[in-house]
C-alpha cells in the first residue's frame, strides 16, 4: 500500500514537472489515427493531458483571452491560426516565430512572409501573462500556439480537436528558414505540393489546411500579380471571376494600395465554414495559391476542394486532423529547449 502510495507520488511528480520525457519507446496513439504508416507521432511524446496536473486550467485560460480579444477584434482569431502555421513550418512548432531580435536572435518577424503582415504577438503575450501567474515557468509558448490556433477556429464556428501538448520552446530563431519554407501565395500546385511534403504533408492536409482562408484577410500586395499581371502576361489571371475580378480592382489598383486588404473569404470572413471551397468553385478564391488547388487540373486536389465545399463535415473533420499533423511538426521535448519566461526572449 505505502509502496502503491510512493510509486504514485512520482508518477504525479513525474506528470507535474513541465517536462516531456523523449521517449522512443512509447506510442502515444492519442489522435485519430495518425499519418498513413503510423510513423510521425511515434517518437514525439506529446500528450493532450500534459498540463493535466502541472496546469489544469490551461485551456480556460487561453480561452478567456480569446474571447476577448476576438470579441475586441474578429480579425484575431485568424491572425493567430496563421501565426501556429508559420511558427511550425520554421524549424517546428517551438515558438521561433515569437522570439524579437536581441544579440543572439535575428527575429522571423522580418522575413517576406511575416513583414507588416503576421499579427497577434500582443495577444500572446496576454495569455502568456495569465499563464505565469496561475502556473509559473509550466506552459510553453509553443503549446500556447497550438491552444490559441484551436481556440480560434473554435471561437469562430470550425471544428474542435483534441490536441497533443508538451511542446517546447526554442532558443533560436531562422530568418532564413522563414522566407524559405513557407509557402508563396503566387506559388504553383506543385510547388505548394512541395513545401507541404517537406514537412511531412500531403495533398490532403494541403488542401484541408488551405481552408484556414475561409477567415481572415489578404494585403493587395499578396494578389496583384493576379490582377495585373499572371504569369508575366500583362492579363488578368483568367480563372478569376468577372465581377469578383472588378471589385478587386477597386481595393487593388495597379499601382499603390498594397496595404489595402480585402477578406480570404468575401462570403463570410470571420466564420469558420466551407464557404472557402465553394467560392473557389466559382473562381472567386482570393489568392493564386487557392485558385491552384482547383484549376490546375491536379486530379486528387480537385477532388478534395469539391468535397469539401459539398461537405461542410467532411471539410471539419480532415481540418481538424491535419491540424494535429501540422501541429506535431518538429516539436522540442524532454531536456530540449525551454518553457519561456517571456515569450518574446529567449530565458
Ligand atoms: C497553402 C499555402 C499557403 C499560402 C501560400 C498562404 C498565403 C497566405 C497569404 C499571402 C496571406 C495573406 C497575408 C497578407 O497579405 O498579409 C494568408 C493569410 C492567412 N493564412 Fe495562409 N497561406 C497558406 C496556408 C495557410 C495555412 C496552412 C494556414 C493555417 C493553418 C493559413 C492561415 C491563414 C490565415 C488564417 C490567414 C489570414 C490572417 C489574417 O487575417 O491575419 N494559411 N495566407
Known amino acids: 500500500m505505502v509502496l502503491l502510495r510512493g510509486l504514485c507520488t512520482i508518477a504525479l511528480i513525474f506528470l507535474s514537472s513541465g517536462l516531456t520525457v523523449a521517449s522512443p519507446g512509447f506510442n502515444f496513439n492519442w489522435f485519430n489515427g ?8 511515434e517518437q514525439l511524446g506529446l500528450i493532450p493531458e500534459f498540463y493535466q496536473y502541472s496546469c ?3 485551456n480556460d485560460i487561453v480561452m478567456s483571452v480569446l474571447e476577448q480579444a476576438i470579441a475586441k477584434d474578429p480579425r484575431m482569431a485568424a491572425s493567430l491560426l496563421r501565426l501556429h502555421f508559420h511558427d511550425c513550418f520554421v524549424q517546428g512548432c517551438d515558438a521561433s516565430i515569437l522570439l524579437d531580435d536581441s544579440e543572439t536572435i535575428i527575429s522571423e518577424k522580418q522575413s517576406i512572409p511575416n513583414k507588416n503582415s503576421i499579427r497577434g504577438f500582443e495577444v500572446i503575450d496576454e495569455i502568456k501573462a495569465k499563464l505565469e501567474e496561475a502556473c509559473p515557468g509550466v506552459v510553453s509558448c509553443a503549446d500556447i ?16 480537436w483534441v490536441l497533443p501538448l508538451g511542446r517546447r520552446d526554442s532558443k533560436t530563431a531562422s530568418l532564413s528558414g522563414s522566407n524559405i519554407n513557407i509557402p508563396p501565395p503566387n506559388s504553383t500546385l506543385q510547388n505548394l505540393i512541395s513545401f507541404f511534403n517537406h514537412q511531412g504533408l500531403d495533398e490532403i492536409d494541403l488542401v484541408a489546411l488551405s481552408g484556414s482562408h475561409t477567415i481572415g484577410v489578404a494585403r493587395c500586395l499578396s494578389f496583384k500579380q493576379r490582377l495585373y499581371n499572371q504569369n508575366g502576361s500583362n492579363q488578368p489571371d483568367e480563372t478569376l471571376e468577372r465581377n469578383y475580378y472588378n471589385g478587386l480592382t ?6 499603390g494600395g498594397d496595404n489595402n486588404i480585402s477578406p480570404l473569404d468575401f462570403a463570410s470572413p470571420a466564420m469558420f465554414d466551407n464557404s472557402y471551397f ?7 478564391g482570393l489568392l493564386n495559391s487557392d ?9 486528387n486536389t480537385v477532388q478534395l476542394v469539391k468535397s469539401y465545399a459539398e461537405d461542410e ?6 481540418f481538424a486532423y491535419s491540424m494535429v499533423k501540422m501541429g506535431n511538426i518538429g516539436p522540442l521535448t524532454g531536456y530540449n529547449g525551454e518553457v519561456r519566461m517571456n515569450c518574446r526572449r529567449v530565458n
Open 250 to 255: 477597386s481595393v487593388c489598383p495597379k499601382s
Open 278 to 284: 465553394k467560392l473557389i468553385m466559382g473562381g472567386k
Open 56 to 58: 489544469p486550467q490551461v
Open 313 to 318: 463535415g467532411i471539410f471539419f473533420n480532415q
Open 291 to 299: 485558385e491552384v488547388l482547383l484549376s490546375e487540373n491536379n486530379w
Open 34 to 41: 495518425g499519418d498513413e504508416n503510423g510513423e510521425s507521432e
Open 145 to 160: 500556439l497550438a491552444l490559441a490556433a484551436r481556440g480560434s477556429t473554435v471561437l469562430s464556428g470550425g471544428p474542435y
